[in-house]
């Protein structure tokens, strides 16, 4: 198809998803810009026919020209966890001031914003709070645009969340759970979010904003028990006192400053949350894949489920 396509973030877990699904979808002209090197590069030997810039928005110049010249932009950079207060910043509130900058110059693009269902939530933390300036950041721009707000997401390139739950499972004989672990989640298959962005390019619903979350309610507990049936997993799933997981994440962020799971993100998961479900199928055209089949695509794709991208 005739229309350029920027994706920032490129790299991560949407982008990883998105960019095959475009090219099924016939769209040929892809801009993909992510800071992570060893991710990018993954990127980059999986699309050869596309092309990939390494910069980090924030800091980095040689991108503009290539984003400038897109008619639709979707933005996926976004800092998820960590202990700095300053990448949250830098990542999900700098970085798209810079990225807003270049496109209110060339007012062209629509621009299809991935914000969070964290804006929504009770949650307090520093992921929360620069998620709410950046899409504060997207919808005052004056540019076309939508904004989805997806729950959590698993799928293919999972290196946070799920995906990586699901391979420390596969390592290690006991799984803790912490408390009782009757927190209730509605994950929601990036596979699903691809086709909602693809629908938002082709339709341009301008000026809106929608809540995507899960169409199936699950406790976490449940949740790690499909996953370790749908992986393969040997490992015991205990329960274990809250205080005590919420020391050991705290010892083990003293030794790792990136941690895949952080004391914040562990109070967030116990926060008793639950999201909006509209009828997105219905709104954007799109077919829900059901939660068992959706972990079977995620862990049991014959190339896919094998690449595991990097911290």
Known sequence: M????????AAGLVGQNLIPRLKMRGF????????????????????????VIEANLAVDDGWQDAVAACDVVVVCHAQIGGLDPKAFEQNN???TRRLIDV????????????????????AA???????????????????????????LMFGWFDRK???????????????????????????????DLCDIIMSC???????????????EKIDYIDLMREVKETCGARAAIVRIPYRLFWALLWAYGLFDRDPPFTTKQLEALV??????????????????????RALEQTFQHPVYSKIVLEF
């Open 161 to 191: 969340h799920v995906g990586w739950l699901a391979r420390f499972m596969q390592r290690v004989p006991i799984f803790p759970i912490p408390g009782s672990g009757r927190y209730l989640r509605q994950p929601l298959y990036v596979g």
């Open 201 to 215: 390019i082709d339709k341009r619903p301008n000026d809106a904003s929608y809540n995507i979350s899960g169409q």
């Open 2 to 9: 005739s229309v350029r396509i920027a994706v920032t973030g």
């Open 28 to 51: 040929t002209d892809i801009v993909a810009i992510d800071k992570h090197p060893a991710n990018t590069a993954t990127l980059r030997w999986l699309h050869p026919d596309i092309r």
């Open 271 to 292: 926060t008793p949350d639950v999201f909006e479900v509209i009828d997105w199928p219905g709104v954007f055209g799109v077919t829900a894949m059901p939660l068992h």
């Open 103 to 122: 496109l209110q110059a060339n007012q062209r693009p629509f621009l299809v914003h991935l914000s969070s269902s964290v804006i929504e939530s009770e």
């Open 93 to 95: 509130v700098a970085a």
């Open 125 to 151: 933390d520093w992921y929360t709070e620069s998620k709410e300036q950046q899409e504060r950041i997207v919808v005052q721009s004056g540019l076309s645009h939508v904004v989805l707000r997806p729950t």
